[in-house]
């Protein structure tokens, strides 16, 4: 590339990351609590008021247990917005959730095992991806609403785009859960592009045992943030240790993605078998 055109892309990037950063300013973000995973994200925490993709690995790409646990903890600790504009209304305070979904299998006592009152989601039920991804930009205009997730296979770039858009104006966060009917869908539409602020992927771990408690020990994953505007790719273990690239020590993940002590169930999973 010429030299004038390498300056040229150069001056760009850093406008695009002034814009982002401004964006991030305007909604704030929440932090995960660990520095490790916070120091990479934009503005330290995952953006207010934009729209987060979240997906499974293997099997769990199909029934997505694993974004909707990951998806329960974020929602957990998502307070009312600090500034709410004008679109958003003053009944953010009140914590409600719109959760889109095609197939009626959401399990409440598992959202509350990952630390997220089941009390609060609004569940509105669409048979194709493409009219769940219109709720979720009309919940995304409307007072009262804290949070909008949605679950589909399908993500056209427009309609992520506009969901993205949505966001920033009403200062709402948007969780788009990923849940692909077979393997071949699923590699097709992870390489596509998106108008996603991050892309994480969560993938099941053996478990670890835990000395002194009896079991099969407690269940671990591992969390990848596979896109980050304006920030790093990176990975993590949870709730056992992992290295931290340029750390002095070992960071625990556990505690950081529910509000409250991961209480004990039957199964990680919590998606209705069958």
Same mark, same amino acid.
């Given at each position: 590339m ?16 002034r814009?982002?950063?401004l964006?991030t300013?305007?909604?704030g973000v929440?932090? @995960? ?7 990479l ?7 207010r008021?934009?729209l987060?993709?979240?997906f499974?690995?293997g ?16 929602l957990?600790r998502l307070?009312?917005?600090p ?12 914590g409600?959730v719109?959760?889109c ?6 399990y ?12 609060r989601?609004v569940?509105?039920?669409a048979p194709?991806d ?12 409307a007072?009262g609403i804290?949070?909008?997730v949605g ?6 770039t427009?309609a ?5 858009l949505?966001?920033?104006r009403?200062g709402?966060t948007?969780?788009?859960l990923?849940?692909?009917r077979?393997?071949g869908q ?11 602020a ?11 045992a835990?000395p002194?408690?009896p079991?099969?020990g407690r269940p671990?994953?591992?969390v990848?943030?596979?896109?980050c505007r304006?920030?790093?790719q990176?990975?993590?273990?949870m709730p056992?240790?992992?290295e931290?690239?340029g750390?002095?020590?070992h ?14 169930v039957a199964?990680?999973r @919590?998606?209705?078998?069958?």
């Amino acid at each position: 590339m010429p030299p004038a055109e390498s300056i040229l892309l150069t001056e760009l990037r850093e406008r695009i990351r002034r814009i982002e950063r401004l964006t991030t300013s305007v909604h704030g973000v929440l932090p @995960f609590g660990i520095a490790a995973i916070d120091r990479l994200l934009l503005g330290g925490g995952l953006a207010r008021g934009a729209l987060h993709e979240i997906f499974g690995a293997g099997g769990d790409e199909e029934d997505g247990a694993l974004a909707a646990a990951f998806a329960a903890g974020i929602l957990g600790r998502l307070g009312p917005h600090p500034n709410p504009p004008s679109l958003a209304g003053e009944g953010m305070g009140d914590g409600l959730v719109l959760w889109c979904l095609a197939h009626p299998d959401l399990y409440g006592p598992g959202l509350a095992a990952h630390g997220f009152d089941p009390g609060r989601v609004v569940l509105v039920r669409a048979p194709r991806d493409a009219e769940i991804l219109w709720v979720m930009e009309e919940g995304l205009r409307a007072p009262g609403i804290l949070a909008v997730v949605g679950e589909v296979g399908t993500l056209p770039t427009v309609a992520s785009r506009r969901l993205q858009l949505a966001a920033e104006r009403s200062g709402i966060t948007a969780l788009l859960l990923r849940r692909w009917r077979n393997g071949g869908q699923a590699a097709h539409e992870r390489s596509l592009p998106n108008a996603a602020a991050t892309r994480w992927r969560i993938t099941a771990l053996p478990s670890r045992a835990t000395p002194g408690e009896p079991g099969v020990g407690r269940p671990r994953w591992r969390v990848e943030l596979l896109r980050c505007r304006g920030g790093e790719q990176a990975s993590w273990e949870m709730p056992g240790e992992m290295e931290v690239p340029g750390a002095t020590d070992h960071v625990s993940l556990a505690a950081a993605l529910a509000d409250r002590p991961i209480a004990p169930v039957a199964s990680e999973r @919590f998606r209705r078998a069958g």
